[in-house]
């Protein structure tokens, strides 16, 4: 139907414009512009993250079925990886995220709000960086929880905080409300990205309090105006 529907209108543009009715410039479609937060934007920052030095000592997988191929790379004042996106709904139980919508819900998250209750992974984009393992020490590099993240897809920016940590050897995880941001179906256990991903963790940041996305927004433009001047 909608096909049908775009070709309709495509045919009685076209009979527009050979009747001389309506000028050209008058169908030409516009170029959606790609949502983002701030004032940097997509292509710089992943212009600044084009090489990996890597920091990790070993490499992560993106799914337990997958070989280990996402090294976690070091740029002056960030740690940068490149992976999908698995979707996390645990925290605080909504319409979205509970047992019924997420066969691997849990009701907590590593990192709380500033009342002490558990992140709301349906409203607030945060990520998941991986438990502390032989492969990486996400502290040790300068990475908390609340720490800013610039999440990167298909042209788009998103905000996030450090809220969650996961499992020891896999990478690439965020927040329902992160996935929705950047139009990944946030569905916790059909939805997600199989690839495209970056996530930028600005080191000895932190948003606060951590459940205030405004002021994740804030101090993330800023961090990545920063480190597009500094690299």
């Known amino acids: 139907m909608r096909l049908r529907s775009l070709t309709l209108a495509a045919a009685s543009g076209a009979a527009l414009l050979a009747a001389g009715l309506v000028p050209a410039h008058a169908l030409a479609t516009p170029a959606p512009k790609a949502a983002q937060e701030g004032s940097v934007s997509a292509a710089d920052l992943l212009a600044k993250v084009k090489s990996c030095s890597q920091i990790s000592n070993g490499k ?13 790379c070091g740029k002056n004042g960030a740690v940068f990886w490149k992976a999908d996106m698995d979707i996390d709904c645990d925290g605080q139980r909504t319409t979205d995220c509970n047992e019924d919508r997420d066969p691997w819900y849990q009701d907590d998250t590593a990192f709380h709000q500033s009342d002490g209750k558990p992140l709301k992974a349906e409203s607030l984009p945060y990520v998941v960086v991986p438990s502390t393992s032989g492969i990486w020490n996400y502290s040790n590099a300068g990475i908390k929880g609340g720490g800013v993240v610039a999440v990167i897809y298909a042209g ?6 450090v809220g969650d940590t996961g499992p020891t050897k896999i990478i690439g995880e965020a ?26 963790l600005f080191k000895n940041s932190k948003v606060s309090p951590i459940e205030s996305h405004s002021a994740a927004v804030s101090l993330g433009n800023q961090l990545a105006q920063q480190f597009i001047a500094n690299n």
Request: proline share 7%; hydrophobic share 35%.
């Open 60 to 72: 992560y997988k993106t799914d337990d079925e997958t070989s280990a191929t996402v090294p976690v």
């Open 175 to 200: 927040s329902y409300a992160t996935a929705k941001a950047l139009g990944i179906d946030p569905d916790p256990a059909t939805g997600g990205a199989d690839s495209g991903v970056t996530y930028i």
């Open 156 to 161: 788009k920016v998103e905000y996030a905080v």
